[in-house]
């Protein structure tokens, strides 16, 4: 069975701090697929990266970065000088693709930035 | 990526009535997800809707209470049955892939349903 766990539930951080947003996921497949999105209070959700098991490289988009470890079980998801913008609900997502893809979703982490 | 449009975008119903949910893509997918997700908590899959066979649906789900539609690639309906305010949620579809991008899940805006 797929398990994502995002232990933190409420992050709250002033405007231009950085923040981590941790993820720990449990699989027995060699091969899956890692993810990220953000709902923010519109309800959307918005992909902002697919991370593949075999591809440890860590990737930085703008402000965000993620860093993904095998030895650990984790991709967690950095924020540099976080904006008010940011401010969502977070969720890392996990499946092992092909035939079954599926997403098993962690229960999120809500963000908010303070001006 | 796929653009996933949903509608209604929100409704208020009465219980005991039915609500049916559409899910339109810009391109052809061949897998296309029900998701739910209830107050403050995070996304359950309902079922998975492939064209031209049953939708596979997970377990608490059943079809009775939740039947779905997939008459081609780009299209998949989701109706509540008999609804009662635990089923006050938001209903998203999503797709896998769409423009060759595989194992790339896009998600439609949702549909805000609030049972009274």
């Known amino acids: 069975a797929q398990k994502v766990t995002q232990a933190q539930t409420e992050i709250s951080v002033v405007e231009k701090e950085d923040v981590t947003l941790d993820c720990v996921y449990e699989?027995?497949?060699?091969?899956?697929?890692l993810f990220w999105y953000k709902q923010p209070p519109s309800g959307e959700l918005v992909f902002l990266i697919r991370?593949?098991?075999?591809?440890?490289q860590n990737e930085i988009s703008g402000r965000y970065s993620w860093n993904f470890q095998k030895s650990t079980s984790s991709f967690n998801f950095t924020i540099t000088a976080s904006q008010v913008v940011d401010s969502a609900v977070y969720f890392c997502a996990l499946t092992r693709g092909g035939a079954n893809s599926k997403l098993t979703f962690g229960k999120g982490i809500t963000l908010s930035v303070r001006p | 990526s796929a653009v996933i449009s949903q509608k209604p975008s929100r409704d208020i119903c009465q219980r005991g009535t039915s609500l049916t949910i559409q899910c339109q893509v810009d391109?052809?997918?061949?897998?296309m997800f029900w998701y739910r997700q209830q107050p403050g908590q995070s996304l359950t899959l309902i079922a998975t809707a492939n064209q031209g066979s049953e939708a596979t649906y997970e377990s608490g789900f059943v079809i009775d209470k939740f039947p779905i539609s997939r008459p081609n690639l780009t299209f998949s309906t989701l109706t509540v049955s008999n609804m009662s305010p635990e089923d006050s949620s938001i209903y998203l579809c999503?797709?896998?892939?769409?423009?060759?991008?595989?194992?790339?899940?896009?998600f439609g805006p949702g549909t805000r349903l609030t049972v009274t």
């Open positions: 999503s797709v896998e892939g769409g423009r060759g991008r595989s194992y790339e899940q896009y």
């Open positions: 391109s052809q997918v061949t897998m």
């Open positions: 699989t027995r497949d060699t091969t899956y697929y």
């Open positions: 991370r593949n098991s075999f591809d440890e």
